[in-house]
């Protein structure tokens, strides 16, 4: 199909040309408005925990621009999830115990874009969560849920991308009903955004 160059076949440096102008493309799409996710994960005794659970759950985004978040260059979103998970403790302190909860939060979350095929967020936020019973760490069925994430996305076709993270969302009553031990739960998420 034409010329090598210095050993390199043409149609090699079209694809490549391609592949470097689909990156280009990325560079210009926005943050996904909307996000579905699948995660899972095991608790960790962190600040005062004593219940090491193990889980999952699923969610769903829906983020919109939020200028008053950003910081400097580094644009900024207002993120709204609803989610479910499922949780059960190991029993090694007391009988093993499986719960059920539905939970919102909203969550700054900011995205940083070093390289045109890659994109790193973080997010930090808060909400509340109802549990289908109390558990060992959780005296309340209604507790709150600090949260902390960090992750990248990748581009999957035109408007979708692959959102990989890792979350830590810590559990409680603040205290509203004692012994508020608490959970500390770190997750892998995997996410698409659209």
Do not use: C
């Amino acid at each position: 199909m034409g010329r090598a160059v210095r050993g390199i076949p043409m149609k090699s440096i079209l694809t490549v040309g391609a592949a470097l102008l689909a990156g280009g493309a990325w560079a210009q799409m926005t943050p996904p408005a909307n996000v579905a996710s699948i995660w899972g994960g095991k608790g960790a005794k962190i600040l005062g925990s004593g219940d090491v659970r193990e889980g999952g759950g699923l969610s769903f985004d829906f983020a919109r621009r939020e200028p008053h978040f950003s910081f400097k260059s580094v644009p900024a979103q207002l993120v709204y999830e609803g989610y479910v998970d499922y949780t059960d403790s190991v029993g090694s302190i007391h009988p093993r115990e499986s719960t059920y909860a539905t939970g919102g939060l909203a969550f700054a979350r900011w995205w940083v874009r070093p390289l045109r095929f890659v994109s790193f967020y973080a997010d930090l936020g808060w909400g509340f969560q109802v549990a289908t019973q109390p558990t060992y760490d959780l005296p309340s069925d209604i507790n709150s849920t600090p949260m902390l994430d960090l992750g990248t996305a990748l581009p999957m076709g035109k408007s979708q991308q692959l959102l990989l993270g890792f979350r830590f969302l810590h559990i409680s009553n603040a205290g509203f009903v004692t012994p508020n031990r608490g959970q500390d739960e770190f997750f892998f998420t995997a996410g698409i955004g659209w």
